[in-house]
C-alpha cells in the first residue's frame, strides 16, 4: 500500500520558518521524483518544488530564493524548508511522488501552512 504522508505544517507570522516533511512507504522511492505542490483556496493546485532522481531541483517561481526541496533516499523522505514566509504562501500542501517509466503519480492527503499575524 502506497502511502505519503505529509506533517509539518501549521501557523506561522510573516517572515518566518516552517519545514515540511513527508514520508512514504510502498514506493521505490529512489526511482521517484519527488515534488511539493500547493492549492490556497478557490485557487487552482500549482507547483511548489520537484526534485530529480539525480537531485536536480526545480521551484516556482514565487517561491524561488525562499524555499528549498531536499530528499533522503534512506530515510524515504522528503522535505521542503520555506524561509520568509508571506500570507500569499498560506494553502494546502501536496507531497507528491512520479515515476514516469511506470506511469504512477501519487499525491499525500496535504498539511495546511497558515501564514498570519
Known amino acids: 500500500q502506497v502511502q505519503l504522508v505529509e506533517s509539518g505544517g501549521g501557523l506561522v507570522q510573516p517572515g518566518g520558518s516552517l519545514t515540511l516533511s513527508c514520508a512514504t512507504s510502498?514506493?521505490?522511492?529512489?526511482?521517484?521524483?519527488m515534488g511539493w505542490y500547493r492549492q490556497a483556496p478557490g485557487q487552482q493546485r500549482e507547483l511548489v518544488a520537484t526534485i530529480s532522481i539525480a537531485g536536480r531541483t526545480d521551484y516556482g517561481d514565487s517561491v524561488k530564493g525562499r524555499f528549498t526541496i531536499s530528499r533522503d533516499n534512506a530515510k524515504k523522505s522528503v522535505y521542503l524548508q520555506m524561509n520568509s514566509l508571506k500570507p500569499e504562501d498560506t494553502a494546502v500542501y501536496y507531497c507528491?511522488?512520479?515515476?514516469?517509466?511506470?506511469?504512477?503519480?501519487?499525491w499525500g492527503k496535504g498539511t495546511l501552512v497558515t501564514v498570519s499575524s
Open positions: 507528491n511522488a512520479r515515476r514516469l517509466s511506470v506511469r504512477t503519480d501519487y
Open positions: 510502498g514506493i521505490s522511492f529512489s526511482l521517484n521524483t
